[in-house]
């Protein structure tokens, strides 16, 4: 019999270097470029939004025209500065962003989805605020493709009997 047997978990955990804490989960770091900028990729339908994000007064330029020229409509405008009201930093970051394919409402939501990560990447702390907002995840759904024997994607040809 080993006169070193251990009466408890107490004496195991002393045995195996003291009690481990677990992980609390991933640590979110603050992801900056050289020029003190963040950086995120938006992507919504076919549009992909190149999203820069700075401490400023609050402009939000898209493809070198301020948001409000560029996204006429003011629901896209609204869309916009969704994530912005969620963290209440609406004054508090310039915003410049580039943005190709798609239409006006996929781009919109693409620069929408930059924003949310660029924010997140900025400003760590804001992740569970937009997270539960629905801004940081990726709207996956796009156009389905066209079938071969039909119309469009479902719409069949029109049918005769005769």
Known sequence: MATDTTKSLEDLGALAGGIQEPAAGPVHVQKLDAHGRAYATGKRKNAVARVWLKPGSGRITVNDKDFAEYFARPVLQMLLKQPLHAADRVDQYDIFATVKGGGLSGQAGAV????????????????????????????????????????KARRSFQFSKR
């Open 112 to 151: 929408r989805h930059g924003i949310s990560k660029a924010l997140t990447y900025y400003e760590p702390e804001l992740r569970s605020v937009l997270k539960k907002g629905g801004f940081l995840t990726r709207d996956s759904r796009t156009v389905e493709r066209k079938k071969y024997g039909r119309a």
